[in-house]
């Protein structure tokens, strides 16, 4: 055959996943802030959140208004979602409205089961990481998931693959639509914690409602 041939690969099906890195500010304000909050045992009750949540871990709580106004952290939320679904859908957002946004302190056989989340956005990024999430009993496997993020969508089928695994680093964010179902593993062998930061977010109804207008 003599023609060149010309590939293009589309990715048409699946959500689309946004992952962005957090600002070395924005991660020093917000572990400084939840250290103050896990000193102050009147605190660390009124804002607890984990009978809110799905996760099996110790500690999950809310952040105040005040601090996410001050730290500027929704700003960055606002701001990175409306990169995302521009260049996405190449709409433009007017709206982000915060639902709420947690801390979920994560420590050795603490685990969160499959689940999804409300309003339309959803997140998670990563403020400490331990050194290590601990082996498997049989050391010869290679795709050891402790302390791992599996996103959920679909069945596996032929070329497609139905779970995408995130490693935890220390300033990634993820920004993912709120039906996508999600799951963290437990991890061993550290006392060490293993801190994440989420959020639920409304936008447009006109934009997440792709039915609104259809036959």
């Known amino acids: 055959m003599s023609s060149k041939i010309d590939f293009k690969f589309i990715r048409p099906f699946g959500p689309v996943i946004c992952k962005v890195t957090m600002p070395d500010e924005i991660i020093n304000n917000l572990n400084n802030y939840v250290d103050k909050i896990i000193d102050d045992k009147k605190k660390v ?14 500690q999950e709580f809310v952040l105040e208004k005040d ?9 960055f939320l606002s701001a990175c979602a409306k990169t995302w679904i521009k260049q996405t ?9 915060l639902i709420s946004t947690w801390i979920v302190r994560q420590f ?15 997140g998670v990024g990563y403020l400490k990481i331990p050194k290590n999430f601990g082996e498997y009993y049989q050391k010869t496997k290679v795709n050891n998931q402790n ?7 679909g069945s596996k089928m032929f070329m497609q693959e139905s779970t ?3 490693t935890p680093k220390v300033g990634d964010f ?3 639509p709120n039906y996508l179902m999600h799951t963290v593993y437990p991890f061993t062998g550290t006392d060490e914690e293993r801190r994440s930061i989420s ?7 006109n934009i997440y409602n792709v039915y609104e207008g259809s036959e």
């Open 45 to 58: 009750e009124e804002l607890d959140h984990g009978k809110n949540l799905a996760g099996n871990v110790q």
């Open 67 to 75: 601090f996410i106004e001050k730290s500027k952290w929704g700003n």
């Open 89 to 97: 859908l190449n709409q433009e957002i007017t709206k982000f409205q």
């Open 108 to 122: 050795q056989n603490d685990y969160n089961p499959i689940h999804t989340h409300g309003g339309h956005l959803s």
């Open 147 to 153: 302390g791992k993020l599996a996103l959920v969508h």
């Open 164 to 166: 995408y695994t995130v």
């Open 174 to 176: 993820y920004f993912f």
């Open 199 to 205: 959020f639920n977010a409304y936008v447009d109804d």
